[in-house]
């Protein structure tokens, strides 16, 4: 199905899952084992409730052309405009210069995009544009529908260009479906992080993009995101091992939370007594007490993903998710008439040039400028 602005969504059937399906809730009844499941990762990550979807792109890209793409002769025989293969270690998605995310639409939930390393440009149907990367967060609430594009501009013409984010979606209840959207950014220097160890011991350091810890407080989440609510328990912790380190994972602040950790580089990592190899990912067990992780001689980098389900229906078209599907065919239909607000910029992939450095500007003109 081809929308009004030429996105096009892959396959003809909406997606209905139970609140169940995506997350039971959990308790506090002394498991026998802290790891209740365990799954291969990807580059799309198994989740459950209330998170909807995890892409993990870790792209090699090489030196960028004056276009900040790569040289035409690299592009031979992609199948560009759908290019997911990781041929030569990177893919160029939906872009066709500049490899990236061209203008799509979404509704009905939130995406929250941390970047390890290099940077994205970002812009909206709400006029807000960003420059970010190296550490730093965006967190967008699509609400009743938001346009926007990602793309990743290969900035250095003499170096590879390498780019590696997690793009995680979380989903909103039906009393929020509609707000008006939103779009934040959390900058590295301003995200808190705990570091336990050092002093001749391995180093453990969390960086907290929501969720706090012993004492450290988050950047606010968005004011009508899942995470905005103290008794959701949405935690989305950044963690990295030194080889050998040992720290105590505290236990969830809700009996109902679900976590999930997934061990992306690195590995093995000893949870408890239960060893996870790298490339995996597992559901954690809800306990009172914390579970002992130790990491191995390769270290361990790790994401976990917590909350306390929402428990609604949830029905998914592309990048559309509703309870039901008379939500999703009003979503298009809305979509098909309003374009949620239009596309303001010259582009389907606009991208901010080779000088600029790292900087947001909202959709109310404030702009943000960051150095480094």
Known sequence: MVLASGVRLHGADIEVATGSEHGAPSSYAGPVTPVL???ALGSRWPTVDPFLFVAHHDDLYPAGTVHLGPARELLADRPLGSDFGGRDGWSMYHGQVVPGFPQHPHRGFETITFV???LIDHADSLGATARFGEGDVQWTTAGEGIVHSEMFPLLHADRPNPVELFQIWINLPESNKLVAPHFSMFWDQEIPRYTS??????????????????????LSAPPHSWASNPDADVTIWHVDMEPGATWDLPPSAHPESIRTLYLFAGGPLDIAGIEL?????????????SLTLTAGPAGAVWMLLGGRPIGEPVAQYGPFVMNDRAGIEQALADYQRTGFGGWPWPSDDPNHGPAAGRFARHADGRVEQVSG
Do not use: F, K, Y
């Not at 160890?197 to 988050?218: F, H, K």
């Open 37 to 39: 499941e365990t799954m």
């Open 116 to 118: 390890r390393q290099g």
């Open 197 to 218: 160890g050092g002093s001749g011991r391995p180093r453990t350091e969390v960086t907290m993009i929501a969720g706090p810890l012993a004492g450290g407080v988050p």
């Open 277 to 289: 190899a790298g490339g995996m990912g597992a559901t954690l067990a809800a306990t009172r007490d």
